[in-house]
């Protein structure tokens, strides 16, 4: 196969839609956040990419039915806007792979009349967050005025060192193509997958494109979450462990 290739698999007709991308990455909120939106609403499978630069490996369904592992656009439309979907397992290999892949994925987003697109992701503390703030980042002032009247908080130099990945490209290729982009980065510990973090990005979107859905998986994830980081917790507390203790024992 070639390094990039695209399979149309539907071609609805979109008003003005807007790109959400989420992609793996920090604490998997933007994955999260777009996997609940995909979840909640009626979408429609309209691009598989598959690349070179994803692992060499296929995904297996419950019925032991195979497919090379690739990203996915979905059309979904709401109330308040129509969206192209991105969501994957995986991102690039390589920094030259993040580049052309990304622009693969904003071929498709013009394909399709994307002119605003929103990349989704995490920012680490290194610690546990008990208040979830999501930052932003943006292509232009205007974009920064909208996300503030909903919340979002723009610090400066952060996210330290940028943005990586799909969810930089998104702004710094789009930027360049006249997209308007912006990121919002849910604050999230960095340890654990966060669905917490993914509701309170969820939220902000929400808000901003004018349509609701329901958090039930969201939150039952966190829950399962809040165990395991209290059972990390707890190490973390509990009595220092002797020399004698660490020996292995087969």
């Known amino acids: ?4 290739e695209i399979d149309a698999v539907a071609t609805p007709e979109l008003e003005d839609p807007v790109l959400i991308e989420g992609l793996p990455g920090v604490g998997h909120v933007g994955k999260l956040a777009a996997e609940q939106l995909l979840e909640e609403c009626d979408g429609t499978l309209v691009r598989r990419v598959y690349a070179t630069e994803f ?29 192209l979907v991105l969501t994957g397992d995986h991102q690039a290999a390589t920094n030259a792979g993040h580049y052309r892949l990304t622009s693969a994925f904003l071929d498709v987003a013009e394909e399709f009349g994307v002119r605003r697109a929103y990349a989704l992701g995490g920012v680490p503390t290194g610690e546990l967050v008990e208040e979830y703030t999501v930052l932003g980042a943006v292509s232009n002032a205007e974009l920064r005025e909208e996300l503030e009247a909903v919340d979002v908080q723009f610090r400066a130099d ?18 360049r193509r006249g997209f308007d982009a912006a990121c919002l980065m849910g ?15 969820l939220e902000v979107l929400q808000k901003r494109l004018d349509f609701e859905v329901a958090f039930d998986s969201l939150e039952e994830r966190a829950e399962e979450m809040e165990e395991v980081a209290g059972k990390i917790q707890e190490m973390q507390d509990g009595p220092a462990v002797g020399d004698d203790e660490l020996r292995y024992i087969g």
């Open 1 to 4: 196969m070639d390094d990039i």
């Open 55 to 83: 692992p060499p490996q296929v995904t297996v369904d419950d019925d032991g039915i195979t497919e090379l592992t690739c990203a996915e656009f979905h059309a979904v439309e709401t109330e308040g806007a129509d969206l």
């Open 158 to 175: 952060e996210p330290a060192g940028g943005i990586v990945g799909v969810s930089g490209l998104i702004l710094g290729l789009g930027e």
């Open 187 to 201: 604050e999230t510990s960095g340890y654990l997958v966060d669905p917490k973090s993914a509701r309170a990005v």
